[in-house]
C-alpha cells in the first residue's frame, strides 16, 4: 500500500478508448487528485506544478504525425514534456507517451522491423518484457523481478536518445521501458490495461489486428485477453505501485 499522497495527477488522453486503467486505481489509492485533460478534443494541458505528476497515454498517431492538421496538440505536448523535463517533474508515457518523450529528448522512432522478413511487423498481443536494470531488479517484489508479462500494441520501435537509461526488454523490441533523467519514465508496453479495455481494442483494432497477425489475428488475440489479463493484472498492479512509490518519493 502506498502512503497518502498530495500530488497531483495530469492525465493527457490522445484518444477516448485509451485510458489509465491501473494507473488510476492507484491514484485513488493514494488519494492523489486526478485530473484528465482530452487533448484530441481541443482541452489544455495545464502549466506543470512541482507536486505534479505527468501520465502521457497512448494512441493511434504518431511521431510521423507531427505535421499532421488533425492532431495539432503533438507539437505542443512535445514542447510541455522539454518544459517537464528540464524542471524534473515526474513524467510516465506509455506507448505514444513514451515515443514523445524519446523524441523531446532528442530520440525518434523507426517501424518495427520482423526480425526474420526485415519488413514493417507490429509487436501485438500479451508477452513478457524481462527487467534488465539491476537496481530496479533488486527492489522489486519477489516475483516480478525476472519478467512481467504485459500487453503489447505497437507498430513502431523507439529510437532512445544516448542519456536514456534502458529498464526492460521484450523479446521483439529492446526499448520496452526506459528512464530519461531521474523522473521520467518511458513504457511502450501497456501494464496499465483492463480487461474492459482489452475487449473494446480488440474490437475496434481489428483490421490493424488482420494486418499484422493475420486473418485469425483476433481470435487469437481475444483468447490471450481471456488467459493473460486477469491472471497477471495483481503483477502488473505491483510494478505501477513500485514506479509511484519512486516518484512519489521526489
Request: charge should be negative.
Amino acid at each position: 500500500m502506498l502512503l497518502k499522497s498530495k500530488k497531483r495527477l495530469v492525465i493527457i488522453k490522445h484518444i477516448e478508448r485509451e485510458g489509465p486503467g491501473l494507473f488510476l486505481w492507484l491514484a485513488h489509492e493514494t488519494g492523489m487528485e486526478v485530473k484528465e485533460i482530452d487533448v484530441y478534443l481541443g482541452q489544455l494541458i495545464p502549466i506543470p506544478q512541482e507536486s505534479d505528476i505527468f501520465l502521457s497515454l497512448g494512441g493511434p498517431m504518431g511521431i510521423s504525425d507531427l505535421e499532421n492538421p488533425n492532431y495539432p496538440w503533438l507539437t505542443d505536448e512535445i514542447a510541455l514534456i522539454k518544459e517537464i523535463l528540464h524542471a524534473e517533474i515526474p513524467f510516465i508515457g506509455i506507448c505514444l507517451g513514451a515515443q514523445l518523450l524519446a523524441y523531446a529528448s532528442g530520440g525518434n522512432v523507426t517501424p518495427l522491423l520482423d526480425s526474420e522478413t526485415n519488413v514493417p511487423l507490429a509487436e501485438i498481443g500479451w508477452a513478457p518484457i524481462k527487467v534488465i536494470d539491476k537496481a530496479m531488479s533488486k527492489n522489486l517484489i519477489k516475483g516480478i523481478n525476472k519478467s512481467i508479462f504485459s500487453l503489447h500494441w505497437h507498430s513502431d520501435r523507439i529510437l532512445l536518445p544516448s542519456r536514456a537509461h534502458i529498464i526492460a526488454s521484450s523479446f521483439r523490441c529492446e526499448e520496452q521501458m526506459f528512464r530519461i533523467g531521474k523522473f521520467a519514465y518511458g513504457l511502450q508496453c501497456h501494464l496499465e490495461i483492463l480487461l474492459e479495455d482489452i475487449h473494446r481494442w480488440t474490437k475496434e483494432d481489428r483490421e490493424y489486428i488482420i494486418q499484422n497477425l493475420g486473418i485469425d489475428g483476433p481470435e487469437v488475440i481475444s483468447k490471450q485477453n481471456e488467459e493473460y489479463c486477469l491472471i497477471t493484472q495483481k503483477q502488473r498492479l505491483e510494478f505501477i505501485r513500485y514506479l509511484f512509490s519512486l516518484l512519489l518519493a521526489r
